[in-house]
C-alpha cells in the first residue's frame, strides 16, 4: 500500500489517483504493446520522474519539454512534472527548425524530455534557448552535451517527493496551438475546470475498468485532456498505441479489449477506405467520441462498424464543449455543456440568427480560465466582451444544434494537425531561390485540408517543386509539407501587402498546379 503524507498541496488529478491506488494497486491501469502498468506502479513511476526531476534542479513552477512519441515514459514525464508544481509542455515530434524554436524559447523552458532520434533538431536551434540547461534523453546523450538519459531520471526514489509549492504556484500543462497568420501560441490554463469533459465522458457510457483506447497523439489535447486524464476520473484503463494506423486499428481494439476509442478529422474517412472484412463488428467497441465526422459518413460508420459516434468540439485554448449524443449528423453539438454558453457572432460581435454563419465564441460561467503567454494582446482580443473567440466560423440551427463551416482566418487542418500560413511560408521563403510564397488549404477528400504553396521565384532562379520540398524536410513537420505547389510571377496582395489567402483558395489547384503525390514524390517523417 502507498504511503499518503500531507507534506504539500496536491492537485485534484492527484487526489484522485491516490484513491485509485488505494482502492486497487493491483488492478491494471496503462496497457502499452505486449506490457501493462497497474494503478501503483504507474504512480511509482510516476514519483520517480518527479523526484528525477528534483534532483535536476527542476523546481516548482518551472517549465519542462516533452518531446516524445507515445509511450509510458512520455506519461510518467508529465505526471512527474504535476506531481512538483512543474509545467509539462508537450512538443509535437514532427516540429523542427523555426517552430520549434520559437515554442522552447517562449515557454522558457529549462528542461526536455525528448527520444534519442530527436536529439538532431534540439541541436539544430539549441543555441537559441538560453534558459535550457539540459536534456533528459530517452537513449544515449550525445557526447559533449549536460544531458542525462532516461534512465537517471528514473532511477529516483518512488516516495512522496518532498517539495515545498510556493502559494500560487500551480502545476500543469501548457500546450502549443498553431496560429493562424503566426507562430503558435501557448496555452496557459490560469483556472482549470474539467467540469465540461466529465459531461463529455459521462455520455460515453464507458464503465469503471473499461478499456479506452487512443492511437492520438500525447502531446495533443485530445489524447492527453480526454483519452489519459478521462481514464483516471472514470477509473477506466487506458490502452496508447504508437500511432494511428488504419491497417492495425481494429486488430488493436480487439487486443486491448477496448470499449471506446476518439476520432478526429479524417480518421474515420481513412478507417472506412480500408476493404471491409467479416470481422468489422467483432469488438467492444461501443462508443466513438468524435471531432469532426462528416456527415455523409457518419452513418455508414456506425452501420458497418456497430458503435455510436458522439460528436464533440472543444479547445485547448479554454475549456468548454459542445456535445451531441443525440445523432444530429454534422453537427458539433449544443450548447450549455457545464454552464458553458455558445454562440454564433458577426464581425461586430453581435449574435447571429439561426442558419447564419459567423464566429463560434462561449464563455465560461467562471470567467476567464486561460491566457496566452507572453502575448496579453491576443488574450485580450481572444477573449473581448467576455467571450473566448474560437476563430472558427459555425451556423446554428432552430433546434440550437452547431454546425462547423471553416476557420475564419488563414489556418489549415491536415491529418488531423493544426497548420499555420506563417509556419509554412517562414521556410519557403528561406530557401534562397524563392522571392515570396503563400500557403494556403485545399480541399482534401479526407475531409480535411491539403496544403498548396504558391511560389515567386527570384529573377533568374532556377527551382523545381521537388527541390523546394527537399528544403522543407527537416525544417517542417512532414503534415506541414505542401501537397501541392505552383510558380507565379506574383502573388495577390492587400493594399498593406498582405497576402490575398480568399483569391488564392478561389483559384483552387489549377493546370499549372505540381502534385507531389501523382509525381510520386515522397515526403519523410523525419
Given at each position: 500500500?502507498?504511503?499518503?503524507?500531507?507534506?504539500?498541496?496536491?492537485?485534484?488529478?492527484?487526489?484522485?489517483?491516490?484513491?485509485?491506488?488505494?482502492?486497487?494497486?493491483?488492478?491494471?491501469?496503462?496497457?502499452?504493446?505486449?506490457?501493462?502498468?497497474?494503478?501503483?506502479?504507474?504512480?511509482?513511476?510516476?514519483?520517480?520522474?518527479?523526484?528525477?526531476?528534483?534532483?535536476?534542479?527542476?523546481?516548482?513552477?518551472?517549465?519542462?519539454?516533452?518531446?516524445?512519441?507515445?509511450?509510458?515514459?512520455?506519461?510518467?514525464?508529465?505526471?512527474?512534472?504535476?506531481?512538483?508544481?512543474?509545467?509539462?509542455?508537450?512538443?509535437?515530434?514532427?516540429?523542427?527548425?523555426?517552430?520549434?524554436?520559437?515554442?522552447?524559447?517562449?515557454?522558457?523552458?529549462?528542461?526536455?524530455?525528448?527520444?534519442?532520434?530527436?536529439?538532431?533538431?534540439?541541436?539544430?536551434?539549441?543555441?537559441?534557448?538560453?534558459?535550457?540547461?539540459?536534456?533528459?534523453?530517452?537513449?544515449?546523450?550525445?557526447?559533449?552535451?549536460?544531458?542525462?538519459?532516461?534512465?537517471?531520471?528514473?532511477?529516483?526514489?518512488?516516495?512522496?517527493?518532498?517539495?515545498?509549492?510556493?502559494?500560487?504556484?500551480?502545476?500543469?500543462?501548457?500546450?502549443?496551438?498553431?496560429?493562424?497568420?503566426?507562430?503558435?501560441?501557448?496555452?496557459?490554463?490560469?483556472?482549470?475546470?474539467?467540469?465540461?469533459?466529465?459531461?463529455?465522458?459521462?455520455?460515453?457510457?464507458?464503465?469503471?475498468?473499461?478499456?479506452?483506447?487512443?492511437?492520438?497523439?500525447?502531446?495533443?489535447?485530445?489524447?492527453?485532456?480526454?483519452?489519459?486524464?478521462?481514464?483516471?476520473?472514470?477509473?477506466?484503463?487506458?490502452?496508447?498505441a504508437p500511432r494511428f494506423s488504419a491497417s492495425r486499428f481494429w486488430?488493436?481494439?480487439?487486443?486491448?479489449?477496448?470499449?471506446?476509442?476518439?476520432?478526429?478529422?479524417?480518421?474515420?474517412?481513412?478507417?472506412?477506405?480500408?476493404?471491409?472484412?467479416?470481422?468489422?463488428?467483432?469488438?467492444?467497441?461501443?462508443?466513438?467520441?468524435?471531432?469532426?465526422?462528416?456527415?455523409?459518413?457518419?452513418?455508414?460508420?456506425?452501420?458497418?462498424?456497430?458503435?455510436?459516434?458522439?460528436?464533440?468540439?472543444?479547445?485547448?485554448?479554454?475549456?468548454?464543449?459542445?456535445?451531441?449524443?443525440?445523432?444530429?449528423?454534422?453537427?458539433?453539438?449544443?450548447?450549455?455543456?457545464?454552464?458553458v454558453e455558445f454562440a454564433v457572432v458577426g464581425e461586430d460581435d453581435?449574435?447571429?440568427?439561426?442558419?447564419?454563419?459567423?464566429?463560434?465564441?462561449?464563455?465560461?460561467?467562471?470567467?476567464?480560465?486561460?491566457?496566452?503567454?507572453?502575448?496579453?494582446?491576443?488574450?485580450?482580443?481572444?477573449?473581448?466582451?467576455?467571450?473566448?473567440?474560437?476563430?472558427?466560423?459555425?451556423?446554428?440551427?432552430?433546434?440550437?444544434?452547431?454546425?462547423?463551416?471553416?476557420?475564419?482566418?488563414?489556418?489549415?487542418?491536415?491529418?488531423?494537425?493544426?497548420?499555420?500560413?506563417?509556419?509554412?511560408?517562414?521556410?519557403?521563403?528561406?530557401?534562397?531561390?524563392?522571392?515570396?510564397?503563400?500557403?494556403?488549404?485545399?480541399?482534401?477528400?479526407?475531409?480535411?485540408?491539403?496544403?498548396?504553396?504558391?511560389?515567386?521565384?527570384?529573377?533568374?532562379?532556377?527551382?523545381?517543386?521537388?527541390?523546394?520540398?527537399?528544403?522543407?524536410?527537416?525544417?517542417?513537420?512532414?503534415?506541414?509539407?505542401?501537397?501541392?505547389?505552383?510558380?507565379?510571377?506574383?502573388?495577390?496582395?492587400?493594399?498593406?501587402?498582405?497576402?490575398?489567402?480568399?483569391?488564392?483558395?478561389?483559384?483552387?489547384?489549377?493546370?499549372?498546379?505540381?502534385?507531389?503525390?501523382?509525381?510520386?514524390?515522397?515526403?519523410?517523417?523525419?
Open positions: 500500500m502507498t504511503k499518503v503524507t500531507e507534506t504539500r498541496t496536491r492537485s485534484p488529478l492527484e487526489k484522485i489517483l491516490l484513491d485509485r491506488v488505494s482502492e486497487h494497486p493491483g488492478q491494471v491501469w496503462l496497457k502499452w504493446q505486449e506490457t501493462t502498468y497497474t494503478w501503483a506502479e504507474s504512480l511509482a513511476n510516476m514519483r520517480r520522474a518527479a523526484n528525477g526531476f528534483l534532483e535536476l534542479g527542476v523546481q516548482p513552477g518551472e517549465r519542462v519539454a516533452i518531446m516524445m512519441g507515445n509511450r509510458p515514459e512520455f506519461l510518467w514525464a508529465h505526471f512527474g512534472l504535476l506531481l512538483i508544481g512543474g509545467v509539462s509542455v508537450p512538443v509535437n515530434i514532427s516540429q523542427r527548425g523555426p517552430v520549434l524554436s520559437h515554442i522552447l524559447q517562449d515557454s522558457g523552458a529549462v528542461a526536455m524530455v525528448l527520444q534519442g532520434d530527436l536529439q538532431d533538431p534540439l541541436a539544430a536551434v539549441r543555441g537559441n534557448l538560453p534558459t535550457l540547461r539540459r536534456a533528459v534523453v530517452l537513449g544515449r546523450p550525445a557526447p559533449g552535451t549536460p544531458d542525462v538519459d532516461f534512465d537517471r531520471l528514473m532511477s529516483a526514489s518512488d516516495a512522496d517527493p518532498d517539495v515545498t509549492i510556493p502559494y500560487g504556484v500551480t502545476g500543469g500543462g501548457m500546450m502549443y496551438t498553431s496560429g493562424t497568420t503566426g507562430p503558435p501560441k501557448g496555452v496557459v490554463t490560469t483556472r482549470g475546470d474539467w467540469s465540461p469533459i466529465a459531461t463529455l465522458l459521462a455520455a460515453s457510457g464507458i464503465q469503471p475498468g473499461g478499456t479506452m483506447y487512443t492511437a492520438l497523439p500525447l502531446y495533443h489535447g485530445n489524447a492527453l485532456g480526454v483519452s489519459t486524464v478521462g481514464s483516471i476520473m472514470l477509473d477506466a484503463k487506458l490502452a496508447i486488430d488493436d481494439c480487439r487486443r486491448y479489449e477496448a470499449v471506446e476509442f476518439n476520432t478526429l478529422g479524417g480518421m474515420i474517412s481513412i478507417l472506412l477506405k480500408q476493404a471491409p472484412q467479416a470481422r468489422d463488428r467483432d469488438h467492444r467497441v461501443r462508443t466513438v467520441l468524435s471531432a469532426g465526422c462528416p456527415a455523409d459518413r457518419w452513418a455508414e460508420f456506425e452501420e458497418r462498424f456497430g458503435v455510436r459516434i458522439i460528436e464533440w468540439f472543444g479547445m485547448v485554448d479554454s475549456p468548454g464543449i459542445l456535445l451531441n449524443d443525440a445523432g444530429r449528423r454534422g453537427s458539433m453539438g449544443r450548447s450549455g455543456v457545464a454552464g453581435r449574435p447571429l440568427g439561426d442558419d447564419e454563419v459567423g464566429e463560434l465564441v462561449f464563455r465560461h460561467p467562471g470567467g476567464r480560465m486561460t491566457h496566452y503567454q507572453n502575448l496579453p494582446a491576443a488574450t485580450e482580443d481572444a477573449y473581448r466582451g467576455g467571450w473566448f473567440h474560437s476563430g472558427d466560423l459555425a451556423s446554428r440551427d432552430a433546434d440550437g444544434f452547431f454546425y462547423y463551416r471553416g476557420r475564419k482566418k488563414e489556418s489549415m487542418r491536415r491529418l488531423g494537425e493544426n497548420i499555420s500560413a506563417w509556419e509554412i511560408e517562414s521556410v519557403l521563403n528561406a530557401h534562397p531561390s524563392v522571392q515570396d510564397s503563400a500557403a494556403h488549404a485545399v480541399p482534401s477528400d479526407l475531409g480535411e485540408d491539403e496544403v498548396k504553396a504558391c511560389v515567386v521565384r527570384r529573377p533568374g532562379a532556377s527551382l523545381t517543386p521537388e527541390q523546394l520540398l527537399d528544403f522543407c524536410h527537416g525544417r517542417l513537420a512532414y503534415f506541414a509539407i505542401p501537397r501541392y505547389v505552383e510558380f507565379v510571377d506574383e502573388l495577390p496582395k492587400t493594399g498593406t501587402q498582405r497576402n490575398q489567402y480568399g483569391v488564392l483558395k478561389a483559384r483552387g489547384i489549377t493546370a499549372a498546379t505540381w502534385d507531389s503525390a501523382a509525381a510520386g514524390y515522397e515526403v519523410r517523417r523525419t
